[in-house]
């Protein structure tokens, strides 16, 4: 058992202490990678990252030149707007004092019709009264005259003068 021991011993001294020629091959061989990594690798990858970089360089200057010419091209449309805004109301007052204008125009037109059909109405009135009235004359006149005739042609007392008028004046008025 001893001897199991001993040799569990030197194979964990192996193991915990590297192996120096192993050790100096590693180092070797990362140092030949590292230089070949250096002489075709990191100044091509160097090339690629900076034309990379210029490019978005590039990229982001010509975002920026956009967003100046969209920031002028807003200030534009946003003038233009305020123009057509003040034009706009402009022309709703222009409008709102035409149709003012209109309206009065309407309505002192209305004013002279009504007063002129008030005048031809009232003219028209007084022409239907003036002929009502000659009407009136003329058939008061000849009731007057048929009630003188009647009178002449039979001459009675008064008594009887005054019933004949009153029937006749009764036989008018139905």
Same mark, same amino acid.
């Given at each position: 058992?001893? =001897? ?9 001294? /192996?193991?915990?202490?590297?192996? !120096? ?10 140092? +030949? $990678? ?11 990858? !160097?090339? =690629?990252?900076? #034309? ?7 990229? $982001?200057?010509? &975002?920026?030149?956009?967003? /100046?010419? &969209?920031?002028?091209?807003? %200030? ?11 034009? +706009?109301?402009?022309?709703? %007052?222009? @409008? ?8 009065? *125009?309407?309505? !002192? /037109? @209305? %004013?002279?019709?009504?007063? =002129?059909? #008030?005048?031809?109405?009232? #003219?028209?009135?007084?022409? *239907? ?8 004359? #003329? ?30 004046? @009764?036989?008018?008025?139905?």
């Amino acid at each position: 058992m001893v =001897y199991l021991v001993g040799a569990i011993s030197i194979d964990i001294a /192996d193991k915990l202490f590297p192996n !120096l020629l192993t050790m100096l091959t590693q180092l070797a061989s990362t140092g +030949i $990678l590292f230089l070949l990594f250096k002489k075709f690798l990191y100044v091509p990858v !160097l090339n =690629y990252i900076e #034309k990379r970089n210029e490019a978005e360089q590039a990229s $982001l200057t010509l &975002a920026q030149e956009k967003l /100046d010419e &969209a920031a002028v091209v807003e %200030e534009k449309r946003q003038l233009q707007f305020k123009e057509a805004s003040v034009k +706009i109301a402009e022309m709703m %007052e222009t @409008g709102q004092q035409e149709a003012l204008a209109i309206r009065q *125009q309407i309505i !002192l /037109d @209305g %004013e002279k019709e009504v007063a =002129y059909l #008030k005048d031809k109405a009232n #003219k028209e009135l007084e022409t *239907q009264v003036r002929l009502a009235k000659d009407q009136l004359r #003329k058939e008061t006149i000849a009731v007057a005259m048929m009630a003188s005739e009647k009178l002449l042609k039979e001459k009675y007392d008064e008594l009887s003068d005054k019933e004949r008028i009153e029937n006749f004046i @009764g036989e008018i008025a139905s």
